[in-house]
């Protein structure tokens, strides 16, 4: 069998790593290369995120390639959205990202929409929907709190587009991860020029547009000679995690709505156009970049973000009881009985000092019985973010041009068998788990795609079926 080698490089808000990826005989295969944390920073009041911790460890991944005498075809980086970097005129680095995460722009959409554009005019001119980390929102709160870093930038990078600027030089500004951002007009293909003069930007502040697909650049000079590799082409994939995720969906037809699941839920459909109407407006829907000139008409969930933080939690303060195994500790589900239901996209469960303390909260505020032990903790919050899918299928079901027969549900959270079963049950549809690693497998067959070995984007889900086991949940 002849392969050829990719790296996917695939980047979380916990957790990072390299995906070695080979494609024969009409099959991929992929292999855990690296991992490594991707801790977020308090500093100073506020938090960021270490991006030369992150370009270290990529060039480490790039040296191990070197050292088993691995010949690459590509390189291909996707991360979070909505984030961005500052670098110089000097091509400096300029200060540490912030995070999403960091509570500096609480209020920032209010003060936005009272200030610089009414609501219903950004929604219709971008048709994201309405968070306040997005963007749009982090760079107006930074502009108005006289952030030294915006003021010198001389270019403003998405993480994904920062990091192939470290490594090759190139400034770009990748659609998908760009369309996170609530700058992006999907009509016009680009950032809108109305959006960016309320922040007193110019377009050269970004980088050249670019598709997923696109060869963006080689390594630079310097990051070859560090790792011993030559000019390897660095591609553009759907550098936002979520578009390669979705592009991973090994769906035969249209017939479905897709969740990403893991730290957030992504729940939505491919759409051939933007879906920007009074009820997705109403209903807070955003439509996202993805391949082919696609949109991922979508709703952000708080997802097992949740539970992660309970965990955490469990970890610190009673870990004896805490199973280290988290499928066991998740199979406590179904020996609770507590019938109460949360709100996961309510304010309180974004960052809260407590996750245990704020779910108490609700329920009290609810009239609703309190949790007694983790089992029904994670029964509670398993049977919540079932119920929350069930209701934004209804929704989207009113709103978009679908027929949803099936909920094909990708990434690390399709493996936690008792979510995929509770979810069925609330959807009352099937529900097809799998495949776990898909951000990392659409990052590296659209690598492929781009070196001619795969056609269409329905020969790509094709190769998935063959190439992963996947799992069909039945209602009860």
Same mark, same amino acid.
């Given at each position: 069998?002849?392969?050829?080698?990719?790296?996917?490089?695939?980047?979380?808000?916990?957790?990072?790593?390299?995906?070695?990826?080979?494609?024969?005989? %009409?099959?991929?295969?992929?292999?855990?290369?690296?991992?490594?944390?991707?801790? #977020?920073?308090?500093? *100073?009041?506020?938090?960021?995120?270490?991006?030369?911790?992150?370009?270290?460890?990529?060039?480490?991944?790039?040296?191990?390639?070197?050292?088993?005498?691995?010949? !690459? +075809?590509?390189? *291909?980086?996707?991360?979070?959205?909505?984030?961005?970097?500052?670098? *110089?005129?000097?091509?400096?680095?300029?200060?540490?990202?912030?995070?999403?995460?960091?509570?500096?722009?609480?209020?920032?959409?209010?003060?936005?929409?009272? =200030?610089?554009?009414? #609501?219903?005019?950004? &929604?219709?001119?971008?048709?994201? @929907?309405?968070?306040?980390?997005?963007?749009?929102?982090?760079? /107006?709160?930074?502009?108005?709190?006289?952030?030294?870093?915006?003021?010198?930038?001389?270019?403003?990078?998405?993480?994904?587009?920062?990091?192939?600027?470290?490594?090759?030089?190139?400034?770009?500004? =990748?659609?998908?991860?760009?369309?996170?951002?609530?700058?992006?007009?999907?009509?016009?293909?680009?950032?809108?020029?109305?959006? !960016?003069?309320?922040?007193?930007? %110019?377009?050269?502040?970004?980088?050249?547009?670019?598709?997923?697909?696109?060869?963006? *650049?080689? !390594?630079?000079?310097?990051?070859?000679?560090?790792?011993?590799?030559?000019?390897?082409?660095?591609?553009?994939?759907?550098?936002?995690?979520?578009?390669?995720?979705?592009?991973?969906?090994?769906?035969?037809?249209?017939?479905?709505?897709?969740?990403?699941?893991?730290?957030?839920?992504?729940? %939505?459909? =491919?759409?051939?156009?933007?879906?920007?109407?009074? /009820?997705?407006?109403?209903?807070?829907?955003?439509?996202?970049?993805?391949?082919?000139? +696609?949109?991922?008409?979508?709703?952000?969930?708080?997802?097992?973000?949740?539970?992660?933080?309970?965990?955490?939690?469990?970890?610190?303060?009673?870990?004896?009881?805490?199973?280290?195994?988290?499928?066991?500790?998740?199979?406590?589900?179904?020996?609770?009985?507590?019938?109460?239901?949360?709100?996961?996209?309510?304010?309180?469960?974004?960052?809260?000092?407590?996750?245990?303390?704020?779910?108490?909260?609700?329920?009290?505020?609810?009239? #609703?019985?309190?949790?007694?032990?983790?089992?029904? &903790?994670?029964?509670?919050?398993?049977?919540?973010?079932?119920?929350?899918?069930?209701?934004?299928?209804?929704?989207?079901?009113?709103?978009?041009?679908?027929?949803?027969?099936?909920?094909?549900?990708?990434? %690390?959270?399709?493996?936690?068998?008792?979510?995929?079963?509770?979810?069925?049950?609330?959807?009352?549809?099937?529900?097809?788990?799998?495949? @776990?690693?898909?951000?990392?497998?659409?990052?590296?067959?659209? @690598?492929?795609?781009?070196?001619?070995?795969?056609?269409?984007?329905?020969?790509?889900?094709?190769?998935?079926?063959?190439?992963?086991?996947?799992?069909?949940?039945?209602?009860?």
């Amino acid at each position: 069998m002849c392969s050829t080698y990719y790296l996917a490089v695939d980047l979380g808000a916990t957790s990072g790593r390299t995906v070695l990826a080979t494609f024969g005989d %009409g099959r991929v295969t992929m292999r855990e290369f690296t991992r490594f944390k991707n801790p #977020q920073i308090p500093l *100073g009041g506020h938090i960021f995120w270490d991006l030369p911790h992150l370009y270290n460890e990529i060039v480490d991944a790039l040296r191990k390639v070197k050292a088993e005498g691995i010949t !690459l +075809t590509s390189i *291909g980086i996707d991360t979070w959205g909505c984030d961005v970097a500052f670098f *110089g005129r000097d091509g400096q680095l300029l200060g540490l990202p912030y995070c999403y995460r960091d509570p500096h722009t609480d209020g920032a959409m209010e003060r936005f929409f009272a =200030e610089q554009m009414p #609501q219903k005019e950004l &929604y219709e001119r971008t048709g994201i @929907q309405f968070m306040p980390f997005n963007t749009l929102f982090h760079l /107006d709160t930074l502009r108005r709190e006289g952030c030294t870093a915006l003021a010198e930038a001389d270019k403003i990078l998405f993480i994904p587009d920062a990091l192939i600027y470290m490594l090759t030089g190139e400034t770009v500004c =990748e659609y998908t991860v760009a369309s996170t951002s609530q700058m992006l007009n999907p009509n016009l293909g680009d950032l809108d020029p109305a959006i !960016l003069a309320t922040l007193n930007l %110019g377009r050269d502040k970004f980088g050249r547009m670019v598709q997923p697909g696109q060869q963006v *650049g080689v !390594l630079s000079t310097q990051v070859q000679e560090v790792t011993g590799l030559g000019a390897v082409p660095i591609v553009a994939v759907g550098s936002h995690d979520t578009a390669s995720a979705v592009a991973a969906v090994p769906a035969a037809n249209g017939n479905y709505a897709y969740l990403s699941c893991g730290t957030w839920s992504l729940l %939505g459909i =491919e759409s051939p156009k933007p879906i920007i109407t009074s /009820d997705s407006y109403r209903h807070n829907f955003t439509n996202e970049g993805g391949l082919d000139g +696609t949109i991922r008409f979508l709703k952000n969930i708080t997802g097992l973000w949740i539970f992660e933080q309970c965990r955490k939690e469990w970890i610190a303060t009673m870990p004896d009881a805490i199973p280290a195994d988290v499928n066991e500790l998740n199979a406590q589900s179904l020996t609770s009985i507590c019938q109460s239901l949360i709100n996961p996209d309510d304010p309180r469960f974004a960052h809260p000092a407590s996750m245990t303390a704020a779910i108490c909260a609700y329920l009290t505020e609810t009239g #609703q019985p309190l949790p007694q032990t983790p089992a029904d &903790y994670v029964r509670v919050i398993f049977r919540s973010l079932a119920a929350r899918y069930a209701e934004i299928i209804g929704i989207l079901r009113h709103i978009a041009p679908v027929d949803i027969q099936r909920l094909h549900v990708i990434g %690390g959270g399709s493996r936690n068998e008792f979510l995929m079963q509770f979810a069925a049950d609330a959807l009352q549809l099937p529900v097809i788990a799998g495949p @776990q690693e898909g951000t990392a497998l659409g990052n590296a067959l659209v @690598q492929v795609r781009a070196a001619g070995h795969v056609g269409s984007l329905a020969d790509m889900r094709a190769i998935i079926s063959q190439s992963v086991e996947l799992r069909t949940f039945i209602p009860s």
